[in-house]
T-cell receptor, first 110, second 114 residues
Framework: GEDVEQSLFLSVREGDSSVINCTYT??????LYWYKQEPGAGLQLLTY?????DMKQDQRLTVLLNKKDKHLSLRIADTQTGDSAIYFC??????????FGAGTTVTVRA | DGGITQSPKYLFRKEGQNVTLSCEQN?????MYWYRQDPGQGLRLIYY???????QKGDIAEGYSVSREKKESFPLTVTSAQKNPTAFYLC?????FGRGTEAFFGQGTRLTVV
């Protein structure tokens, strides 16, 4: 099964906040990532958080990490139509790979 | 501009044929990776390479092969042994091998078997 789990779909109204949730399994993960994929394109790193942090904020993006529950979330403030995309949560596994969730498709409606 | 280039963007293959997907990077990265993406699934690692002339199998290497003769290039061959090759393939690179390093992705190649 998946090491990283995410809900598959999220619909949000333009201007509202989006919250994308993720759970992971490897308690030794030192870095957790959020990637964005626009249609037909590769993945773009949005932000990452080191495991000794609880929160990281970068402009409209806020990442929250709950290590006890192995829960990661990404909040996008003031969601815009350009934020419509697939968002992947990923954790570092061993020393050689990222383990990705299935991705959350975010649809922004007017 | 520095980046990763995958070609072609779209590729059609007849059943029973081998096909090679190109991945070139000019970021001077040591580590390179190939992932496969299927709808509703996360990315799955096919092969990775830490350094020139070295590569290792990932989680789903069966039916695929790679080479790393140059630092800049990491081509992936999808062989006829791959039973379900239709997918979106993503190449990535990172400055070094290991945790905490940002992976840069190419734009992907969509392979369709006809």
């Amino acid at each position: 099964g998946e090491d990283v789990e995410q809900s598959l779909f999220l619909s949000v109204r333009e201007g509202d906040s989006s919250v994308i949730n993720c759970t992971y399994t490897d308690s030794s993960s030192t870095y957790l990532y959020w990637y964005k994929q626009e249609p037909g394109a590769g993945l773009q790193l949005l932000t990452y958080i080191f495991s000794n942090m609880d929160m990281k904020q970068d402009q409209r993006l806020t990442v929250l990490l709950n290590k006890k529950d192995k829960h990661l979330s990404l909040r996008i403030a003031d969601t815009q139509t350009g934020d419509s995309a697939i968002y992947f949560c990923a954790e570092s596994i061993d020393d050689y790979k990222l383990s990705f969730g299935a991705g959350t498709t975010v649809t922004v409606r007017a | 501009d520095g980046g990763i280039t995958q070609s072609p963007k779209y590729l059609f293959r007849k059943e029973g044929q081998n096909v090679t997907l190109s991945c070139e990077q000019n970021l001077n990265h040591d580590a390179m990776y190939w992932y496969r993406q299927d709808p509703g699934q996360g990315l799955r690692l096919i092969y990775y390479s830490q350094i020139v002339n070295d590569f290792q199998k990932g989680d789903i290497a069966e039916g695929y092969s790679v080479s790393r003769e140059k630092k800049e290039s990491f081509p992936l061959t999808v062989t006829s042994a791959q039973k379900n090759p239709t997918a979106f393939y993503l190449c990535a690179s990172s400055i070094m091998f290991g945790r905490g390093t940002e992976a840069f992705f190419g734009q992907g190649t969509r392979l369709t078997v006809v």
